[in-house]
């Protein structure tokens, strides 16, 4: 499943960023994706995921900051990310799994995730 990330960017704090996470066709009809960000010295983080049958999950450091949804007609999941603060400065990857390999929520844990983008910087300012 190839997945290819964009739109990082350095920005100051309080600024927003769009990233976009492009896969082939109907990709994500199947899979469930996630962000996950990985900081300097940090254990990678999933901070959202989302499958299109309906399941969206927020970590709480970016819940009512950070807003992930699909363009079907693009193949693309997108995380827009607003009021930015440094300590989101991380390199962000997409990733995902296949749907249904795991019955129930759509899994919190990165380590589950079978498929992985190369990742985009995202640097805020203070």
């Known amino acids: 499943v190839p997945l290819v990330e964009s739109g990082g960017g350095l920005v100051q704090a309080g600024g927003s960023l769009r990233l976009s996470c492009e896969s082939s066709r109907d990709t994500f009809s199947e899979y469930a994706v996630a962000w996950v960000r990985e900081a300097p010295g940090k254990e990678r983080d999933l901070v959202a995921n989302?499958?299109?049958?309906?399941?969206?999950y927020y970590a709480d450091s970016v819940k009512g900051r950070f807003t992930i949804s699909k363009d079907n007609a693009k193949d693309t999941v997108y995380l827009q990310m607003n009021s930015l603060k440094p300590e989101d400065t991380a390199v962000y990857y997409c990733?995902?799994?296949?749907?249904?390999?795991?019955?129930?929520?759509?899994?919190?844990?990165?380590?589950?995730?079978?498929?992985w983008g190369q990742g985009t910087q995202v640097t805020v300012s203070s």
């Open positions: 989302f499958w299109s049958g309906g399941d969206i």
């Open positions: 990733a995902a799994v296949y749907r249904w390999k795991y019955p129930g929520p759509v899994p919190q844990d990165h380590d589950l995730y079978d498929y």
